[in-house]
């Protein structure tokens, strides 16, 4: 996509995809350019991606978090038990967020956002989110914590 | 990543040419062994099924006496996890949205043929009673089951299901009664799937293709429909016409003579019109070019496939307008979507209320068309240059084979689609919104069109980047994707924007 812009560089590294049989990928995309352009190392793994691979993924780069979009209302199957894949993997304090269209239908945010923070997710996201306030709330999460590539 | 087995493809090389019936036979056993349900599809039976329907249940019947008598008829998307549910669903569309067609939507591990993952989302839908899936998983459930869904309504019953490996779902819905089914081999697999070749999609519709052919054969017409809303974001009338034009010839070198055509809405009322005519005129050229002179193709067209804003009011303009463009642009159905749409898969009643609210539209607008419009003729023009210029080039670069043709224009990046998926399509074009609210490209790719068309295009872009105080680069067209799901105080402000929020 767009060449990142000289953004100050940060430590950190973050996974994306959309999780599942998911093949919403535009605002994904968007996001990662927007993770690149903020001085992120991003590894972007596109629509489609099993709950597998973003943990094989982040286990290979040292990733710091891992950012799970999905938009088909199947996210709530998908996302069950993504914590405890971690936390097999070594990647027990790993930040984890999700974001997008979670359940299926028109549901109470409340209520979604306490299911997903339930499974493990440090933070979920409603529905129409946008770029700017996912990226300020992840600088501040990320600011308190040491990156990953500092500690091996 | 499947869960079940695909037998090997006997690695013939790819060609447009019709399946032998020998051949298809032999993939049809081997296909329908890949899953338990598969055993319950009889042809003959089916075929007996599909002669019993009353006319009013037979979607191919119904396409036609609209198209015939300039009718818009309405059909919405809609699918739940178990039956139950979707029986409850399918009876509110039909009675209190007065759809004319009625859909069953797969849920998504159908559609990428995870039907243990789909069995436990029936599962987890049973215990909990809500739908934790997306879709019906019609392959888990079998033919009897389906038949419930058919016997349940009163209308004809289509089959969507977002697939690039349709070839369970459809020997399956065709044997249940459904009697539409949408989907293609070029838009689905640069739409649906990370994966799969272009080749390969091809191959599987060439399947349906040929499934539905080998009705038609026994005296039973199917819709066949091509989705040509691609990605669904900003996608450009000649880029969606072009693939549509192409999807047709491979389906009528299968034998089809019944292919709809589906466009999604730029949501603007002069382009849309243009790209609706526009399109059933391209198809119809090129397949007399082929020497096809007896296919049908109607047109759908389909609410806006971008994002959708929150508001309810501002979704129901949407809703509303996309009857309105559906109608005044002469298309044969129109496939409807609710205000619930930005907060995903609507409720039953909500997703009835978006037919009743389009079909209010069509009332109104009954009798309107832009023909003479000298905006339009010249719309229409421009697109009809641009499909031209692209399907000619394709149809060269695979010496008159329509599937060699594609495949080798999407490796050259001559054929593309904005934002998709799949690792075998470029991606390099990108649309964006001009001053005047057309969907225009701002970066062609390898697109082969003509300068001064691209011009056109980019004079369009040039005039809105100036008129908002912006430069005319990737952050015009990445803003074009969310611009008509911000809130309507941004869009249309009441009073003056500090600079920086106007941004």
């Known amino acids: ?152 | 990543m499947n869960d079940i087995a695909s037998p090997k493809a006997v690695a013939a090389p790819l060609r447009e040419t019709a399946i032998p019936d020998d051949d298809f036979q032999a993939m049809r056993v081997a296909n329908l062994a890949r899953w338990p349900t598969g055993a319950a599809v009889d042809f003959d039976e089916a075929v007996a099924f599909h002669h019993a329907l009353p006319p009013h249940k037979r979607l191919a019947d119904a396409m036609r006496r609209a198209h015939d008598g300039r009718r818009c008829l309405t059909q919405p998307r809609g699918g739940f996890g178990t039956l139950a549910m979707q029986k409850a669903l399918m009876i509110a569309l039909d009675r209190d949205g007065l759809a004319d067609i009625v859909p069953t939507t797969t849920d998504s591990y159908t559609r990428n043929e995870q039907f243990a993952a789909a069995g436990k989302g029936v599962e987890e839908s049973e215990r909990l009673g809500r739908s934790l899936l997306n879709g019906f998983p019609i392959v888990n459930y079998g033919v009897a089951a389906a038949r419930e869904l058919i016997g349940a309504i009163d209308k004809p019953a289509i089959m969507l299901t977002g697939t690039s490996m349709p070839k369970l779902t459809s020997e399956i819905g065709f044997a249940a009664g459904y009697t539409g089914y949408l989907g293609s081999g070029i838009a689905y697999t640069t739409s649906y799937i990370k994966e799969l070749s272009i080749a390969d999609g091809i191959r599987n519709y060439q399947y349906l293709d040929r499934l539905a052919a080998h009705y038609a054969s026994h005296g039973v017409e199917l819709h066949r429909r091509q989705p040509g809303f691609l990605t669904g974001t900003n996608i450009p009338p000649c880029i969606a016409i072009a693939i549509a034009v192409l999807d047709c010839l491979l389906a009528a070198a299968q034998g089809v003579r019944h292919y709809g055509l589906e466009l999604a809405q730029t949501l603007h009322l002069v382009q849309d019109a243009a790209a609706i005519a526009a399109c059933e005129a391209l198809a119809q050229e090129y397949l007399a070019r082929k020497g096809y002179r007896d296919v049908f193709t109607p047109v759908t067209s389909l609410h806006w496939m971008g994002a959708w804003p929150h508001d309810a009011a501002q979704a129901a303009t949407l809703v509303s307008y996309g009857g309105t463009l559906a109608a005044i642009g002469g298309a044969t159905s129109v496939t409807t979507k609710s205000t619930h749409e930005a907060h995903g898969i609507p409720t039953p009643e909500a997703n009835a209320e978006g037919l009743r609210i389009t079909r209010m539209a069509i009332y109104l607008a009954r009798g309107i068309r832009l023909d003479g419009l000298a905006e339009y003729e010249a719309e229409r023009t421009l697109i009809e240059r641009e499909v031209r210029a692209i399907v000619d080039k394709v149809l060269e670069m695979g010496d008159g084979d329509v599937a060699v043709g594609t495949v080798r224009a999407f490796e050259a990046g001559v054929l593309d689609v904005p934002w998709s998926p799949n690792r075998h399509v470029k991606s390099r074009v990108m649309p964006a919104r001009d001053a005047r609210g057309y969907l225009r490209i701002f970066d062609a790719g390898a697109l082969p069109l003509p300068r001064d068309v691209l011009e056109v295009h980019a004079e369009g872009l040039r005039e809105r980047a100036a008129r908002e105080g912006v430069a005319c680069d990737r952050e015009l067209a990445i803003r074009s994707v969310y611009e008509l799901s911000e809130p309507l105080a941004m869009l249309a402000p009441d009073r003056p924007m500090p600079a920086a929020a106007a941004r």
């Open chain 1, 1 to 152: 996509m767009s060449a990142p812009r000289a953004a100050t560089a940060t430590p950190f590294t973050l996974v994306t995809g959309v999780i599942g049989a998911d093949t919403h990928i535009v605002g994904n995309r968007i996001l990662s350019m927007a993770l690149e352009e903020a001085g992120y190392r991003v590894v972007s793994l596109g629509a489609l991606t099993p709950a597998g691979d973003f943990i094989r993924a982040a286990v290979e780069t040292a990733a710091d978090a891992i950012l799970v979009s999905s938009l088909y209302g199947q996210g709530e199957l998908d996302c069950r038990g993504f914590r405890e894949l971690c936390i097999e993997a070594g990647l027990d304090d790993i930040l984890l967020y999700v974001g997008g269209n979670l359940v299926v239908g028109k549901q109470p945010w409340d209520d979604v956002e306490r299911r997903f923070l339930d499974m493990g997710f440090d933070r979920a996201f409603a529905p129409g989110t946008r770029v700017p306030e996912a990226l300020a709330m992840l600088g501040a999460d990320l600011a308190a914590r040491t990156p990953k590539a500092a500690r091996q």
